[in-house]
């Protein structure tokens, strides 16, 4: 957890003074897919395109949209329940277990990303020793907000934090919660309109530069670089199946806060076999369908580009080191990296299916940085998914 000095005003929901960016030279990307020469930029890890990742972010610019903020605590004899909220006709129907993981009473405190609905959720959780049998020794509390925008949640990270603690230490004293709704509130999406699955997610593609220090793993997209160190070749997997739009369902046990903000605590899901296609238990990468069993194995093509994003890490690193870039972040340089991946692949494809006899050899797929034998099955999926018409005349390496 970031931590922050106790003389800090409890009433402190800005994220510190204003931090000043230049104007931005092209307008922040969508979360989703995004249309690009033809062919599709697809969103996991590099939803922008190359001249919108340029662009500084425009963080300041975006509006407050807090539809939501309540109060969870752990009740020993009911379980956990919604003590306390805002609007309080407001459906919050499940927040109760998704701010409050199972396990976290083995532990004193954790920050939780989630969705409801159309909005994003963040919650901070505390646990506090007390003397009381009706208790049971321990109180334990969570205060969390909701949002359409996912991005600006980490702004209110230290006030959800500082409020946790009141809340355990004056249970029942809402004023402070109640001045930070009549400030921030904001409406609540339409659900009558797009569907949830299309809702824009706010992305800042470059937000990172503008962010204090202790923002790089409280803020939803500033956990990558840990993500990438502890997955090692095997997040090469992982984007695949991202890239073919599959269900990853990541088990932690709590904190999950800087592990992973999409995940679960609950280890019984990995018997639910119709909840996801590919499961995550610490580095184990898994799939229960036959089909996909191909792509968890990781080839040479793979092996290449994790090399080649080690040694841009290692220049960037050392270019930090002797004063010549100060600008860039490892968090910048994975996205970009995994961006520009996208983008060749899915430009490559266009370019095909455009062409007049749509033949996708294994030097357009070496062209693509893949391995022909082994990113077979990953490219035939990659097809039917994205529904581009081209003819893959790759030879199966079972039938030859």
Not at 64 to 80: E, K, L, M, S, Y
Not at 120 to 126: E, N, R, S, T
Not at 275 to 292: P, S
């Amino acid at each position: 957890m970031v931590e922050r000095a106790d003389e800090a005003p409890l009433l402190f929901w800005a994220e510190g003074p204003a931090v000043s960016a230049p104007p931005p030279a092209a307008e922040a990307g969508g979360g989703g897919g995004r249309r690009l020469g033809g062919g599709w930029s697809a969103a996991p890890w590099g939803g922008a395109g190359p001249a919108e990742a340029a662009g500084p972010p425009r963080a300041e610019a975006e509006e407050d949209q807090i539809v939501a903020v309540f109060v969870v605590t752990f009740d020993p004899r009911t379980g956990n329940m919604v003590e306390w909220c805002l609007p309080q006709d407001i459906d919050l129907e499940g927040v109760e277990f998704k701010s409050m993981a199972s396990g976290s009473h083995k532990i004193q405190s954790d920050f939780i990303y989630f969705r409801k609905g159309l909005c994003f959720g963040l919650a901070c959780f505390a646990n506090m020793p007390v003397e009381s049998e009706l208790e049971r020794g321990a109180r334990m509390k969570s205060v969390g907000i909701l949002s359409p925008s996912y991005t600006l949640l980490y702004r209110y990270m230290h006030f959800l934090e500082n409020q946790v603690r009141h809340q355990l230490e004056m249970p029942g004293h809402y004023s402070h919660l109640e001045a930070f709704y009549d400030d921030k509130k904001g409406v609540l999406p339409d659900s009558k309109g797009t569907p949830a699955s299309q809702q824009p997610v706010h992305w800042l593609p470059s937000i990172h530069r503008y962010m204090y220090p202790e923002m790089k793993i409280t803020h939803p997209a500033g956990c990558m670089s840990q993500f990438i160190k502890f997955f090692g070749e095997q997040i090469l997997v992982l984007w695949k199946f991202a890239l073919l739009r599959k269900r990853i369902l990541i088990f932690s046990p709590p904190p999950v806060g800087v592990v992973c903000y999409r995940g679960t605590t609950e280890k019984i899901f990995e018997e639910k076999r119709d909840l996801y296609d590919v499961y995550v238990d610490n580095q184990n990468v898994k799939t229960h369908h036959e089909h996909l069993q191909p792509l968890l194995k990781i080839n040479n093509a793979d092996k290449e580009k994790y090399r080649r994003l080690n040694d841009q890490r290692q220049m960037l690193m050392y270019s930090q080191e002797v004063g010549e870039d100060c600008s860039s972040c490892e968090e910048d340089l994975f996205i970009l990296f995994f961006m520009e991946q996208n983008n060749r692949i899915f430009q490559t494809l266009m370019e095909v299916s455009a062409s007049q006899d749509k033949t996708l050899t294994a030097d357009h797929a070496r062209g693509m940085g893949l391995d022909p034998q082994g990113d077979r099955s990953f490219l035939m999926d990659l097809l039917e998914v994205y529904g581009i018409d081209v003819m893959l005349v790759i030879d199966n390496p079972c039938c030859t």
